[in-house]
């Protein structure tokens, strides 16, 4: 596993391949799969980002009743033209608040690359599709390419177990290591360590 960007940096120019080769290439090495079989893994998780997205209900509200509907007022004030923010990053805004509703609905999503900051990079990737034409395989690279942004270390430490997060399917979807998530407790000295996981990867949807 890559401990910084700069590994990464330097490996790509080393071999001339691409940020998401590499990337992805480490992480199938540590899963002990194919290449093809690591992309699908990814392209699936982006696949699941745009189901989620479809699904986003503006009428559905949170236990509590304080989240939820704010999504579609942003599509409607989208959809109105006016804002000093351009379409492109209302789309962005939009996506990434209905997002955040449908998980504190319930809903499934994926956590990318957590449940509080769901809405993030799928609100990126899709809008990205949708607007400049992008296709699903050149997007998932984009996701491979993003990953080290939430697993590369902090404070010298990995941030996460393995190089490409694996998908929980719970509600909502976490992506996680496949065999146990990393826990740390507050404090300037951060001590790691495993949390059990069950052995598959993806389970109680």
């Not at 993030?120 to 699903?136: D, F, N, Q, R």
């Not at 496949?178 to 790691?192: D, E, L, M, N, V």
Request: aromatic share 8%; glycine share 10%.
């Amino acid at each position: 596993m890559y401990r910084s960007l700069a590994e990464i940096v330097e490996a790509e120019k080393m071999s001339g391949k691409s940020f998401w080769q590499v990337v992805l290439e480490d992480d199938i090495k540590e899963q002990g799969i194919t290449f093809n079989e690591g992309f699908a893994q990814m392209k699936d998780m982006y696949l699941a980002m745009k189901h989620a997205d479809k699904m986003y209900d503006d009428k559905l509200r949170s236990a509590s009743g304080m989240v939820g509907t704010d999504g579609g007022r942003l599509e409607q004030a989208r959809l109105a033209g006016g804002s000093i923010c351009g379409d492109f990053i209302m789309k962005v805004l939009e996506k990434a608040v209905k997002m955040g509703e449908s998980n504190a609905c319930m809903k499934r999503i994926v956590a990318a690359p957590t449940a509080g900051s769901c809405g993030v990079i799928p609100a990126v990737l899709i809008s990205m599709e949708e607007e400049y034409g992008y296709s699903e395989d050149e997007i998932t690279k984009g996701l491979i390419a993003a990953a080290p942004g939430w697993w590369c270390p902090r404070h010298g430490r990995p941030a996460h177990g393995r190089a490409l997060p694996r998908p929980r399917c719970s509600t909502p979807w976490q992506i996680r290591p496949a065999q146990c998530g990393w826990s740390a407790p507050p404090g300037p000295h951060w001590q790691w360590r495993p949390v059990p996981r069950r052995g598959s990867p993806v389970y109680g949807c």
